[in-house]
T-cell receptor, first 113, second 116 residues
Framework: AQSVTQLGSHVSVSEGALVLLRCNYSSSVPPYLFWYVQYPNQGLQLLLKYTSAATLVKGINGFEAEFKKSETSFHLTKPSAHMSDAAEYFC???????????FGSGTRLLVRP | DAMVIQNPRYQVTQFGKPVTLSCSQTLNHNVMYWYQQKSSQAPKLLFH???????NEADTPDNFQSRRPNTSFCFLDIRSPGLGDAAMYLC???????????????FGPGTRLTVL
């Protein structure tokens, strides 16, 4: 079955440290992949997306992600964490034959001063 | 700015009292989605409209209904809310098949529903 897995329900980093949020997908063909961020009591905001063009995708707020077909991964990174990055992050994918999103379970990012 | 708007942002209702949540969009997108999101969980798709065509998810309870009177508006009706229906309800839109591989869902700010 097609699915997406986010490793680590909580990730804690110090301000200024590297942020790495992991996402792996399970699909027989490469899907389209998305990262969304959700702040408390807010909707989901699109950070970036992979739609089979460049494998390294740059998004908003200094985030980027790299699609690695050999590892079935789409990990989200940011070189230097800021306090304002504290939020819930969701990885999601969509198959070419569908416009419905399949979400991972989410990772809560905590940023320590 | 083109956007997805949800009203109200916070809704309190009583057990069993019908409630309607509203979503509107200025993106002129073909598809509108309703999600339910409970605390510390991923959003769960309830149903979506592709233009006027309604598509229900297999596990969406009959208690949840939806209406889309025109391209811009979509409503979520909960006929008899139970305590378990307390959640954040998210509306999203996308262009659908016309966008091809670039199709992307854009979300509104959500409505937090409390059931007393």
């Amino acid at each position: 079955a097609q699915s997406v897995t986010q490793l680590g329900s909580h990730v804690s980093v110090s301000e200024g440290a590297l942020v790495l949020l992991r996402c792996n997908y399970s699909s027989s063909v490469p899907p389209y992949l998305f990262w969304y961020v959700q702040y408390p009591n807010q909707g989901l905001q699109l950070l970036l997306k992979y739609t089979s063009a460049a494998t390294l995708v740059k998004g908003i707020n200094g985030f980027e992600a790299e699609f690695k077909k050999s590892e079935t991964s789409f990990h989200l990174t940011k070189p230097s964490a800021h306090m304002s990055d504290a939020a819930e992050y969701f990885c999601a994918f969509r198959m070419d034959s569908s416009y419905k999103l399949i979400f991972g379970s989410g990772t809560r990012l905590l940023v320590r001063p | 700015d083109a956007m997805v708007i949800q009203n109200p942002r916070y809704q309190v209702t009583q057990f069993g009292k019908p409630v309607t949540l509203s979503c509107s969009q200025t993106l002129n997108h073909n598809v509108m989605y309703w999600y339910q999101q409970k605390s510390s969980q991923a959003p769960k798709l309830l149903f979506h409209y592709y233009d006027k065509d309604f598509n229900n998810e297999a596990d969406t309870p009959d208690n949840f209904q939806s209406r889309r009177p025109n391209t811009s508006f979509c409503f979520l009706d909960i006929r008899s809310p139970g305590l378990g229906d307390a959640a954040m309800y998210l509306c999203a839109t996308s262009r659908g098949a016309l966008a091809g591989r670039s199709d992307t869902q854009y979300f509104g700010p959500g409505t937090r529903l409390t059931v007393l």
